[in-house]
């Protein structure tokens, strides 16, 4: 979940997807919307939604990028709501990545992309962000003033600061010019630029405290 300091603001979900075990022939992912088929169309790069009231909500694919998409509507028996399934497919054991962006009607929509494996680019009216995330080794990713070697989380830049998330509770690095922060997560820290002062950084997580009565 990234999300905005205002409610209003850029607030979506990044979802990370993969097979287990064999996978001889093909693999699919599946998505339930609550909404009616002729409500779900194609866009560039995933589909669009238009939900209740003024509400849209883009689900672009990141991994794979812009993967055929079967949209299938649905009228579930003792629900008065109408459903509809967006599947995808790829070979076997293959990664999938998802963005899952709302908004309203009338709001800039954001832009993603792969910038890498694992590593999505999400351009929003107020920041761009690098959300990565793996399960058995660390995504390590070199560009743009970034570095950053860890399982899960993100690099946002705006345009006053960098905002540098470890979002997994294991070891990671990560850095923005000269400002590298490393640790155990889930943290999150602040450079506010511009940033003329070069130093390493080791964020200490609180633990919370246990009373047992």
């Known amino acids: ?49 238009d939900a209740a009231g003024d509400v849209k909500l883009d ?65 929003t009216p107020e920041s761009e962000d690098y959300v990565f995330c793996n399960v058995d080794s660390p995504v390590t990713w070199k560009g743009k003033g970034i570095y950053f070697n860890a399982y899960a989380g993100a690099v946002r830049v705006f345009t006053n600061r960098v905002v540098l998330v470890n979002a997994s509770g294991r070891f990671g690095t990560m850095s923005y010019m000269d400002k590298k922060v490393e640790g155990i997560g889930p943290f999150e820290y602040q450079v506010l630029l511009p940033s003329m002062k070069v130093e390493t950084v080791t964020p200490i997580r609180r633990i919370a405290a246990i009373n047992i009565d």
Request: net charge positive.
């Open 1 to 49: 979940l990234v999300r905005s300091a205002k409610p209003s603001g850029p607030n979506y979900v990044v979802v990370r997807d993969s097979t287990q075990g064999d996978c001889p022939l093909s693999s699919w992912w599946y998505q339930w919307i609550v909404a009616p088929s002729n409500n779900v169309n194609p866009i560039a790069g995933g589909v669009r939604v």
């Open 59 to 123: 689900i672009a694919f990141v991994e794979p990028p812009s993967p055929p998409v079967t949209i299938k509507g649905t009228k579930v028996q003792g629900f008065a709501e109408d459903y509809t399934q967006i599947s995808i497919g790829q070979g076997p054991n293959p990664s999938y990545m998802t963005v899952f962006y709302p908004y309203k009607a009338g709001e800039a929509p954001a832009k993603a992309a792969k910038e890498f494996d694992h590593v999505a680019k999400i351009t």
